[in-house]
């Protein structure tokens, strides 16, 4: 579903080129949890800033490719690309309180990925299809959730959200970028069922990241190391 060959991504600085990757390559394949696991600072968040090309202004591919079913996602059209982002690969990212906007109900934040990919008739059915998704994730009470502001949620229902927003188009690939890192023991293991549960169900391709080798090894069908 997706591969990364021999990717280079470096960041110019007043202070000189930083050598952010060099020569990374994997692939996710269709229905299947890819680990990728490294310590702090190795470049895993950018190797999927680099694939979904949210790179900021310093930061550049310099050479590799990046394939999505075929399809070479560094030569695609902007417009392409937002397609993709949300429509066919998914993010989660990996603090919820700062990914979600503050000032909007959980409810408007799904719906909005929602009318930007999903080819619905009105507002109506996607409100319906945000409940559903919420349903999905296991959210208690998700009228509720929809009508709450993120800071009213806690740490895991937050994370629920995030995980919602991305499934709500049906992504064929998700990339889940330390989804637990904040989050206690307990909930950290619901995380990591539900995850799983929606790898099996969806068959999605899922590239979960991490530093917590013993995530990796309850959680992964295969597993690439980077330093």
């Given amino acids: 579903m997706l591969r990364v060959e021999n990717l280079v ?37 950018v190797t999927t800033y680099s694939t979904l090309r949210l790179l900021p202004s310093t930061g550049r591919v310099h050479s590799g490719r990046i394939t999505f079913a075929g399809e070479s996602l560094l030569d695609a059209s902007e417009s392409r690309m937002r397609e993709v982002r949300g429509g066919e690969i998914a993010m989660i990212f990996q603090d919820p309180l700062s990914a979600l906007n503050p000032v909007m109900r959980v409810g408007d934040q799904i719906a909005e990925s929602v009318w930007l990919h999903d080819d619905l008739p009105d507002a109506e059915a996607v409100a319906a299809r945000v409940e559903e998704v919420l349903g999905e994730v296991r959210m208690p009470d998700p009228v509720g959730a929809m009508r709450a502001f993120p ?7 937050q994370q629920r959200v995030m995980i919602a927003i991305a499934l709500a188009c049906d992504p064929k690939v998700l990339i889940a970028d330390e989804p637990t890192t904040a989050l206690d023991v307990t909930t950290q293991a619901s995380i990591l069922q539900l995850i799983r549960d929606i790898q099996r169900d969806y068959q999605t391709g899922v590239l979960f990241i991490t530093h917590d080798f013993g995530v990796v090894a309850e959680i992964a069908d295969r597993v690439a190391v980077m330093q």
């Fill in 9 to 45: 991504t470096r960041f110019h600085t007043y202070d000189g080129v930083v050598r952010a990757l060099e020569g990374v390559s994997f692939e996710v394949r269709e229905g299947e949890i890819f680990g990728l696991v490294g310590e702090t600072g190795c470049g895993k968040s």
């Fill in 151 to 157: 800071h009213e949620l806690s740490g895991g229902m």
